[in-house]
C-alpha cells in the first residue's frame, strides 16, 4: 500500500507540474531566453521568410530583420505591413496555423526588427534603441538610453528601402507594434513621425521612463503640432501592471527595488489617462484595452496577437499561451 501510495502521490505531483509549470513560466520569462527554432526555420506553405541584416556607420551596431512575405501576387497596391519591435522575441509567437489563417483574412507583410543574436531579448540594445532620453540606471551606474531618434533614421534609410526592394507594400497600411520599453518607442514615433505609419501599437509603455518624460513636453508638443494628422492607435495595458503585483519579485533584491521605484515616476494608471488625452486629438483614433490580471511579461504575447486581430481579423489569441 505504501508503494502504491507514493508511485500515485508522484503521478500527481508530475500531472501538478505539468499544469503549475507552465502557468509560472507564463508569468515570468528567463530573460536569457534563446529564439531556438522558428516558423521561419520550420517554413509555411503560405508564407516565406528572408532575412538581412543592417549596420549603424560606425559598425558597431547591428540590426537582424527577418521579413514574412505572403505567398502569391502582392495586390496593386502593395500588401500591408506589420512592423515588430523586439523581432526574435516577437517572431518566436508565430505558428503555421496562425499564417495560414493570416493569408486567407489579410496577407501582410511581416517585419520582424531585432538584433543579430539568438537571444529573445536584448535588453542593453532595445535600452539604447527604444528610449527617446538617456536615464539612470538600477544600480547608478552611467546613464543609458537615449538613441531613439538614431534607431527611427535606421528603419528609414536602412531597413525600410530594403523591404521595399524586397516585396511591394501599400504605403498607406504599416502598422508598428512595440511592448515596454517598444510601446514607448512607438509613441516617440508617433510623437515625432506620426507619417511613418497609420496604425501605433504601444503595449505596455514604458511611461515611467526617466521619471515620465514622455509625459510631458513630448506629449504637449504633439497634440499643439498634429493638426488633424490621421493615424490609429492601439493602447493596451496589463491589469497586473496597473495593480502593480510584486508577488513574483525578489523584494530583498536591491535592483529590483530600485526598478519599482522607477516605475513609480508614473502613475499606475497613466497609459489609461494618456489615451484618454490623446482621444481628444483631432484626426487620431485612440483605444484603450486592459487585459484583466496580466503582467507585464505575458503582455508581450498578448498585446502582439490582439493587435494581429484588430488589425487583419484573424481570431484573437491573446487569450491562448504559445503553442
Known amino acids: 500500500m505504501r508503494t502504491r501510495f507514493h508511485s500515485l502521490l508522484a503521478v500527481a505531483s508530475l500531472l501538478l507540474l505539468g499544469v503549475v509549470a507552465p502557468m509560472a513560466a507564463a508569468?515570468?520569462?528567463n530573460p536569457a531566453q534563446l529564439m531556438g527554432q522558428t516558423v521561419a526555420d520550420t517554413g509555411s506553405a503560405h508564407y516565406r521568410f528572408e532575412r538581412f541584416v543592417v549596420r549603424s556607420d560606425d559598425g558597431q551596431r547591428t540590426w537582424r530583420v527577418n521579413l514574412?512575405?505572403?505567398?502569391?501576387?502582392?495586390?496593386?497596391?502593395?500588401?500591408?505591413a506589420l512592423w515588430m519591435l523586439d523581432g526574435n522575441?516577437?517572431?518566436?509567437?508565430?505558428?503555421?496555423?496562425?499564417?495560414?489563417?493570416?493569408a486567407q483574412k489579410q496577407p501582410t507583410v511581416l517585419v520582424f526588427v531585432g538584433y543579430d543574436n539568438q537571444q529573445r531579448i536584448d535588453s542593453p540594445a532595445r535600452t539604447r534603441?527604444?528610449?527617446?532620453?538617456?536615464?539612470?540606471?538600477?544600480?547608478?551606474?552611467?546613464?543609458v538610453g537615449g538613441g531613439a531618434n538614431a534607431f527611427l533614421e535606421v528603419i528609414e534609410r536602412r531597413?525600410?528601402?530594403?523591404?521595399?526592394?524586397?516585396?511591394?507594400?501599400d504605403a498607406s497600411k504599416q502598422a508598428l507594434w512595440g511592448h515596454s520599453l517598444g510601446g514607448l518607442f512607438v509613441l516617440h514615433t508617433l510623437y515625432t513621425?506620426?507619417?511613418?505609419?497609420?496604425?501605433?501599437v504601444p503595449a505596455s509603455p514604458s511611461l515611467w521612463w526617466q521619471?515620465?518624460?514622455?509625459?510631458?513636453?513630448p506629449e504637449r508638443q504633439f497634440i499643439g503640432n498634429n493638426a488633424g494628422h490621421p493615424a490609429r492607435v492601439l493602447m493596451m495595458l496589463g491589469g497586473g501592471?496597473?495593480?502593480?503585483?510584486?508577488?513574483?519579485?525578489d523584494m530583498s533584491n536591491p535592483r529590483v527595488l530600485a526598478h519599482l521605484k522607477r516605475v513609480s515616476g508614473a502613475p499606475s494608471d497613466a497609459a489609461e489617462q494618456l489615451s484618454a488625452r490623446l482621444h481628444q486629438v483631432p484626426g487620431l483614433d485612440v483605444e484603450y484595452h486592459q487585459f484583466d490580471g496580466l503582467g507585464h511579461g505575458p503582455m508581450f504575447r498578448a498585446s502582439l496577437m490582439r493587435a494581429l486581430h484588430e488589425i487583419t481579423g484573424v481570431r484573437d489569441r491573446s487569450a491562448e499561451p504559445r503553442s
Open 129 to 143: 534603441d527604444y528610449t527617446p532620453t538617456a536615464d539612470q540606471p538600477e544600480d547608478g551606474g552611467a546613464a
Open 193 to 200: 513621425r506620426s507619417g511613418a505609419f497609420q496604425t501605433y
Open 241 to 249: 501592471e496597473r495593480d502593480r503585483d510584486t508577488s513574483n519579485r
Open 211 to 217: 521619471q515620465g518624460a514622455m509625459l510631458g513636453a
Open 68 to 80: 514574412g512575405i505572403p505567398a502569391g501576387t502582392a495586390p496593386a497596391a502593395g500588401f500591408p
Open 27 to 29: 508569468q515570468q520569462r
Open 159 to 169: 531597413i525600410r528601402p530594403q523591404l521595399v526592394q524586397r516585396v511591394a507594400t
Open 89 to 102: 522575441g516577437a517572431l518566436m509567437e508565430f505558428d503555421a496555423p496562425l499564417l495560414e489563417e493570416l
